[in-house]
């Protein structure tokens, strides 16, 4: 079937494209893009609304699944469904399941459960090492040819140096980043929050930040000495951020990623509007002004690659707990979008194509998929953004399963109208009108 | 701050709950030591009770050990007539069992008044003051705030002085993991205090400047002058950190010996929270001394408990009036 997507703005930064751009697919691919395309027999034809813009699908490299072992958080099957919710056409999911996704039957699991969801697209993530548990290298290989996509022990940092080294040069056989979770884990200690005033006045234990920079010098050191590819996973300080550019300025393979907490929240945030809330809860932490302030300089620079969400979901009983024993994590997928539009975008630190950069170009190029651009040809993985569309955060109306969000009832310009996955519309926002046209 | 009033001084606390010094305005604060004044009238009475809390039930719950300051919140209670429960968890056995709040919710089932709470996470007084219909007290929430015991600390200190505003006070100790040392600033630059706070720099938590008090590491330049000492436990497993070398060094370096108390005024009075460790952070001349308030402040306690909980129980008759 084809289907021609007329009028609108299309912005495809790959393919250097911003403007009117009618947009026409056949099938699963992206037949044509060009202006005013004819319309030709048994073409459906879909009028894009006015001030809609057309963008290469969005993808999330950075998400838990929780599924297999941990399924009252999520599964596959909720997570997916979040995903194309908040305008993400694939996701690259983190191996911190129960067992740890260090084999290929866990990862063919995965890429089952995905395909009966029949939603986004989940990109595995592998394990570095056994078990996550920093010793052995998990089979990578074997992950590999199961559909892994990059190798990481997010939750936990690769463990030792020799270990991140000989992981680096490993994986560079198959082509496959190293993701690291970069968070020195003797500096670390017991820590629940960042280091600095808040945490000092609410007596909450410290993350320092500097955690998190000594082994990002360590990672970057060490993709030099490699030529493997080192990526950070959810980049929080400035520390890091000074590192990673040092890293790009010698030439090495090394990107990173920051999460929109991290760009929006600060560490006050603990203080009020609600004290000790357990949704402010998360690692790396909400960090003080200058290191939000060194993120959105580093995303409007150009130092960023990504921004990914770690959308960690976990059930309201396991957040309703004193702020200590509560466990680290936000959900993230349906409130990306409308964030970085209200805050990079309207407020003028990035345009709309870098946005799509950081959102699709740039975690296509980096996990080594097709997607994040719409040439001809191209797979038909299409989001559809409402930018000046203000949306309200429902906690409760999320369709993740868990609802752990600080965003909750704040109003934000900028939505997600409509997912279209391999030529199918997966998702049309009901809270943006017009959107039903893209149905 | 302290010495102009603008506004009328208040008969009640705006709270419901008493969860830390950092909601109460000097007002407040004020009001809690003036009422603390006329219920220690009442120790000094052949029959040391008073009909105040009659009726009301109040629950001790605590999941740390504590001596201190759970007897002396039941001897309050006691004397205020109020009908007490005394819950201890150890803390170790409860990792797997009911949450915190299912626990407060079952004994808020048996309709308690007030719940007294002491816990090993910070904020646990806040979580359930959202949750529970009970007031809450905090006896202690982690490394957050003890607010009692800096208002009974306030309270043997203007017994002394006659004020706080004006006073040098220095904090010695264990700084970072002492939920005392943070009620207590607050308290004190509230009323206008000038708090010095020294400790090993491994021990200082960061920003804590933001608070409004000068830091050092060297004791002498806190204890200069000073009106107040008030010397802070040093828990004996803070070495397994590398928090400090050993107890001998650190007696060296920050112990408060008769030497250096020769430095504060000649009028300077010493506190200490308790309990102490001889020889560690104090020396015992120094908490058997005359200038040593010690023991005052235990006494000092069960007065300040009375206010807090009698004032926090006018609330209740002005609601239910309402």
Known sequence: MKRLLKGGRLVDPAAGVDGEFDLLIDGDRVARVGRNLPVEDGVQVVEVPRGFVVVPGLIDMHVHLREPGQEHKETVATGTRSAVAGGFTAVACMPNTTPVNDNASITELILRRAAEADLARVYPIGAVSRGSNGELLADIGELHRAGCVAISDDGKPVATALLMRRALEYASMFDMPVIDHCEDPSLKGDGVAHEGYYASALGLRGLPAAAETVMVQ???????????????????????LRAIRDGKAQGFAVTCEVAPHHFVLTDAQLESPIQYDTNCKMNPPLRSQEHVDAMIEGIADGSV??????????????????????PFGIVGLETCVPLVLDRLVHRGHISLARAVELLSVNPARILRRSGGTLKEGSVADITVLAPDVEVTIRAEALFSKSKNTPFDGWTLRGAAAATIVGGRTVHVNPAVSGAEKLA | MAGQTPNPAPTRLKQRHLLGIADLSAEEILLVLDTAAAMQEIAQRPIKKVPALRGRTVVNLFFEPSTRTRTSFEVAEKRLSADTLNVAIATSSVVKGETLIDTALNLEAMSPDFIVLRHSASGACHLLSRVCRSRIINAGDGMHEHPTQALLDAFTIRQHKGRIE????????????????????????KLGAEVWVCGPPTLVPPGIERLGVHVTAKVDEAVEGADVIMMLRIQLERMQGAFFPSLREYFQVFGMTEERVRRARPDAIIMHPGPMN???????????????VILEQVTNGVAVRMAVLYLLAGGVEHEAAA
């Open chain 1, 218 to 240: 360590r990672d970057v050191t060490l993709a030099g000495l490699t030529g493997g590819h080192f990526h950070l996973a959810h980049m929080s300080t400035a520390g890091a």
């Open chain 2, 278 to 292: 001889r020889g560690v952070e104090i020396a015992s001349e120094v908490a058997d001394g005359p200038y040593s």
């Open chain 2, 166 to 189: 004006g006073l040098k006070v220095a904090i010695i100790g264990d700084l970072l993991h002492s939920r005392v040392l943070r009620s207590n600033v607050l308290l004190l630059t």
């Open chain 1, 305 to 326: 690659d990504v921004i990914a969400t770690d959308h960690a979901p976990h059930h309201a009983d396991e957040k309703k707990q004193e702020f200590d024993r509560a």
